[in-house]
């Protein structure tokens, strides 16, 4: 799985899973709504960095809906709170409950977007690489779904392209279409479970259960770069950890949440949510000087 465009390209791999870990902490650690609407803006800005304008908007698109769900359902079975909006059936739906429910709905959006953004940044070789001998059963389970993944994708969709292409099974009507996907989803766990069984006797056969020690191919070197870059993020982390906390303890949604203000402690949050799009304006740079 590759990005058309790494920001990360200049650095080992170690620095972008480093970036992820940060980002990944602050973002699910801190449900203030600041620092997740920050934190939904650089996943935004991240992904239209790695994707593309148009592929990162459309990967993205689906936090509206998801942080609607979250936050209708919060609504919904939370009903603590000052300010009431309506009363249905004996039951108050308070404001309180909505943000809130907005706010972790952001929150698993953005760590959601964050994800996907980060890890089309690096490459099974990447993976191996990085846990191939402290974690190898991790590193051989996260390789082989970032292939099988794909793959499954890309043939559901030439079972359903053959079945489309054939006028005597072609879908007609909304049951003729249920009854296809059901179909595609029954050959594709077929022919998953298949090749399941050939992929464990590979694996099997090429030593992964003897447990020896084994060996990985490092093709990436620690350079001063890359420890300057992972210096930068260490640093960026230490400053917003503490303000975070400070946020964190002064914010509260229930019974009341206070009143937002400006703010000179999310300037080192802003800055690390915005290292990928940083490190994409740098790297134009220098391909419009090589140019």
């Known amino acids: 799985m590759h990005a058309a465009h790494n920001p990360f390209i200049l ?5 972008t899973l480093a970036y992820l870990v940060c980002v990944a902490v602050f973002t699910m650690a801190v449900p203030q709504p600041v620092y997740v609407a920050l934190s939904c803006a650089g996943a935004v800005a991240c992904s239209i960095c790695v994707h593309g304008v148009r592929a990162g908007i459309r990967r993205a698109a689906w936090m509206v809906p998801l942080i609607a769900i979250v936050a209708l359902a919060n609504m919904l079975f939370v009903s603590e709170g000052a300010t009431v909006l309506f009363t249905l059936a004996g039951r108050a739906f308070t404001l309180e409950g909505l943000l809130y429910g907005i706010c972790s709905g952001g ?10 953004s980060c890890v089309a940044c690096v490459d099974s070789a990447d993976i191996i690489e990085l846990a191939g001998r402290t974690a190898p059963t991790i590193a051989l389970m996260v390789t082989t779904v970032m292939r099988l993944i794909p793959q499954l994708v890309r043939r559901g969709r030439a079972v359903e392209a053959t079945l489309a292409a054939t006028p005597a099974a072609a879908p007609r009507t909304a049951r003729e279409r249920t009854s296809a996907h059901l179909r595609t989803t029954s050959v594709l766990m077929g022919w998953s479970l298949e090749e399941s069984l050939v992929r464990a006797d ?3 056969a090429r030593g992964y259960a003897c447990g020896a020690a084994r060996t990985a191919y490092r093709r990436h070197r620690i350079r001063r770069a890359d420890i300057v870059m992972l210096v930068t993020i260490a640093l960026l982390a230490a400053l917003c950890a503490p303000t975070a906390a400070i946020a964190v303890s002064q914010y509260s949604f229930y019974p009341h949440p206070p009143q937002l203000v400006a703010w000179w402690g999310y300037a080192p949050y802003v800055a690390l949510v915005l290292v ?10 220098i391909c419009r000087q090589m140019c």
Do not use: K, Q
């Open 11 to 15: 650095y080992h791999p170690a620095v």
């Open 276 to 285: 990928p799009v940083i490190l994409s304006v740098r790297w134009w740079r």
């Open 107 to 116: 929150m698993l959006a953005a760590m959601m977007l964050w994800i996907t």
């Open 202 to 204: 590979t694996m099997r």
